[in-house]
T-cell receptor, first 114, second 114 residues
Framework: AQSVTQLGSHVSVSEGALVLLRCNYSSSVPPYLFWYVQYPNQGLQLLLK??????LVKGINGFEAEFKKSETSFHLTKPSAHMSDAAEYFC????????????FGPGTSLSVIP | DSGVTQTPKHLITATGQRVTLRCSPR?????VYWYQQSLDQGLQFLIQ???????AKGNILERFSAQQFPDLHSELNLSSLELGDSALYFCASSVTRGGGDTQYFGPGTRLTVL
């Protein structure tokens, strides 16, 4: 069965510092991989996704993630944190079959300290 | 604004009651997904419909049911409500049946069962 782990339920960084949010998955075959962001009292918004091709994926708001098959990881990074990045971040996976469900990780709450 | 609309925004009801949550997908999207988000369970996939047919099922209780209508809007029916059903219920939509499709999330319906 697939699963997603996100190391650190809460991460704090200083404004301007590197943001690194970790995501590892377990799956016998590399799945589709997603990062979503949820701002307070809002729905989820896709940051980026990996489906095929280049393993370094660039998303919105300056975020990027790298798919590493050997490490079964899909960590999210941003070179310089901004106050507006404070939110909940979810990593998600989906098997490469048409009708399979999306499995979300438990989420990481990012705080940005001025 | 994702283009996905959900009504109502808030719902307060009593145990044992039945409620209906409504979702209108983005224009052109054929798939609708329902998710439940709670503090103890996190974000859980409930069910997916594609063009009126059920396509994938997740952790949906037997007391819950859903359907997608010819105009592609969807309804999630929750019956015999229990305190533990209190949660945020999200609807998402995507263009096709799945795979690496981006899911666009609505703002959610917050259900409180008293």
């Amino acid at each position: 069965a697939q699963s997603v782990t996100q190391l650190g339920s809460h991460v704090s960084v200083s404004e301007g510092a590197l943001v690194l949010l970790r995501c590892n998955y377990s799956s016998s075959v590399p799945p589709y991989l997603f990062w979503y962001v949820q701002y307070p009292n809002q729905g989820l918004q896709l940051l980026l996704k990996y489906t095929t091709g280049a393993t370094l994926v660039k998303g919105i708001n300056g975020f990027e993630a790298e798919f590493k098959k050997s490490e079964t990881s899909f960590h999210l990074t941003k070179p310089s944190a901004h106050m507006s990045d404070a939110a909940e971040y979810f990593c998600a996976v989906r098997r490469k079959t048409s009708y399979d469900k999306v499995i979300f990780g438990p989420g990481t709450s990012l705080s940005v300290i001025p | 604004d994702s283009g996905v609309t959900q009504t109502p925004k808030h719902l307060i009801t009593a145990t044992g009651q039945r409620v209906t949550l409504r979702c209108s997908p983005r224009s052109g999207d054929l798939s609708v997904y329902w998710y439940q988000q709670s503090l103890d369970q996190g974000l859980q996939f409930l069910i997916q419909y594609y063009n009126g047919e059920e396509r994938a099922k997740g952790n949906i209780l037997e007391r819950f049911s859903a359907q997608q209508f010819p105009d592609l809007h969807s309804e999630l029916n929750l019956s015999s409500l229990e305190l533990g059903d209190s949660a945020l219920y999200f609807c998402a939509s995507s263009v096709t049946r799945g795979g690496g499709d981006t899911q666009y999330f609505g703002p959610g319906t917050r259900l409180t069962v008293l």
